[in-house]
T-cell receptor, first 113, second 112 residues
Framework: GAGVSQSPSNKVTEKGKDVELRCDPI?????LYWYRQSLGQGLEFLIY????????KSGLPSDRFSAERTGGSVSTLTIQRTQQEDSAVYLC???????????FGEGSWLTVV | DAKTTQPNSMESNEEEPVHLPCNHS???????IHWYRQLPSQGPEYVIH???SNVNNRMASLAIAEDRKSSTLILHRATLRDAAVYYC?????????????FGGGTRLMVKP
């Protein structure tokens, strides 16, 4: 499609399980971001990828969170040993190199029970 | 990062203009002013951005104060579909500005 695609749209998982969230950025966009948004809250930056540069991981809340981006395109955000406080919408966004506009996906709604 | 201050919420009547204010008194000379909005159950979407001059596009207008310490997003005729959270964000032009830092935003409610 033309926009940022995220999957799954919704995920319910049990506490302690691992989850993987996938992001397909817009074709040709070299910059990719992950944010999360807890219910009724603002957006919290998690991680940023730009081309082949080392990612900016400064927003990852704990070592249970990791992300990778293969081939400069698709990215996977992994949360290990999920906790209830991980319940949130995880938003992926991408941007063309040098561009000003960041395009967001619809998000992956994660519920940890 | 330079911070922005916005009212938590605003109300408007349908088909009337809406002026959404943003204060950014610590803005630096190279910071761009960006506005995004987030409709219910959706990811944020770009609205407009500017540096010094006022800007217009099909969605809105951006009025920037001469000292750049504040700006106003103008929706010329609010519709029910404009009900959203509007975020005013400063983005630096150096590498640190590659990420957008979202504050609390202004929740705009539009009454029919």
């Amino acid at each position: 499609g033309a926009g940022v695609s995220q999957s799954p749209s919704n995920k319910v998982t049990e506490k302690g399980k691992d989850v993987e969230l996938r992001c397909d950025p817009i074709s040709g966009h070299t910059a990719l971001y992950w944010y999360r948004q807890s219910l009724g809250q603002g957006l919290e930056f998690l991680i940023y990828f730009q081309g082949n540069s080392a990612p900016d991981k400064s927003g990852l809340p704990s070592d249970r969170f990791s992300a990778e981006r293969t081939g400069g395109s698709v990215s996977t955000l992994t949360i290990q040993r999920t906790q209830q406080e991980d319940s949130a919408v995880y938003l992926c966004a991408s941007r063309v190199d040098g561009g000003n506009t960041i395009y967001f996906g619809e998000g992956s709604w994660l519920t940890v029970v | 990062d330079a911070k922005t201050t916005q009212p938590n919420s605003m109300e408007s009547n349908e088909e009337e203009p809406v002026h959404l204010p943003c204060n950014h008194s610590t803005i630096s000379g190279t910071d761009y002013i960006h506005w995004y909005r987030q409709l219910p159950s959706q990811g944020p979407e770009y609205v407009i951005h500017g540096l010094t001059s006022n800007v217009n596009n099909r969605m809105a207008s951006l009025a920037i104060a001469e000292d750049r310490k504040s700006s106003t997003l103008i929706l010329h005729r609010a519709t029910l579909r404009d009900a959203a959270v509007y975020y005013c964000i400063l983005r630096a032009t150096n590498n640190a500005g590659n990420m957008l830092t979202f504050g609390g935003g202004t929740r705009l409610m539009v009454k029919p």
